[in-house]
């Protein structure tokens, strides 16, 4: 089976902090992908990665980064984080491009 | 760019009862893929089903079905004999070639016992 980890279940940080996500994926997939869930609002694209070293911008980038140094690890950054990207992040992974994601378990952000 | 629609926020269904979940979507491509996606509270998205949109029978997984209509673009999913364990977030979506994989904004079904 695909199995999709990411870091931290919960995380609580300040305004203004420096906040790393990592998502690591252990079945060699190419693709991986960074979205944020808010109610009402589905799951939107923040970034994603077709190959290692490679990003390229989802719906939703502004306040965020990433970076993908090993083909199996994707991690996303809020360089300065903000109230309104309180939320839950949920990473995944495919294949190829027409291929199933497959997705972690989720980290619920609380910015204060 | 393609956009999902989920018209139903809230469903419910008595156990060992069947739903259907409505998805309509946008677009004017003729190839792409179908998936409807299951989130239980805290806990892991899972793939229930997964349509190729050149297939015209539908696609099924045990007590879960689709019914795909390529010309209405409508992909709604039922659940036969509904179980308490049914009780999640569906989340419809849709991929085409290279383009992100877009997602309606969810049903969220509940299942009484």
């Known amino acids: 089976d695909v199995k999709v980890t990411q870091s931290s279940r919960y995380l609580v940080k300040r305004t203004g902090e420096k906040v790393f996500l990592e998502c690591v994926q252990d079945?060699?997939?190419?693709?991986m992908f960074w979205y944020r869930q808010d109610p009402g609002l589905g799951l939107r694209l923040i970034y994603f990665?077709?190959?290692?070293?490679?990003?390229e911008k989802g719906d939703i980038p502004e306040g965020y980064s990433v970076s993908r140094e090993k083909k199996e690890r994707f991690s996303l950054i809020l360089e300065s984080a903000s109230t309104n990207q309180t939320s839950m992040y949920l990473c995944?992974?495919?294949?190829?491009?027409?291929?199933?994601?497959?997705f972690g378990p989720g980290t619920r952000l609380l910015v204060l | 760019a393609q956009t999902v629609t989920q018209s139903q926020p809230e469903m419910s269904v008595q156990e060992a009862e069947t739903v259907t979940l409505s998805c309509t979507y946008d677009?004017?491509?003729?190839?792409?893929?179908l998936f409807w996606y299951k989130q239980p509270p805290s806990r892991q998205m899972i793939l229930v089903i997964r349509?190729?949109?050149?297939?015209?029978q539908n696609a099924t997984e045990n007590r879960f079905s689709v019914n795909f209509q390529k010309a209405a673009k409508s992909f709604s999913l039922k659940i036969s004999d509904s179980q308490l364990g049914d009780a999640a977030m569906y989340f419809c979506?849709?991929?085409?070639?290279?383009?992100?994989?877009?997602f309606g904004a969810g049903t969220r079904l509940t299942v009484k016992p």
């Open positions: 995944a992974s495919s294949l190829g491009h027409q291929e199933t994601q497959y």
């Open positions: 079945m060699d997939h190419e693709n």
């Open positions: 990665s077709y190959d290692v070293k490679m990003k």
């Open positions: 677009t004017s491509e003729s190839d792409y893929y």
């Open positions: 349509q190729e949109a050149y297939k015209q």
């Open positions: 979506a849709y991929k085409e070639g290279h383009n992100d994989m877009r």
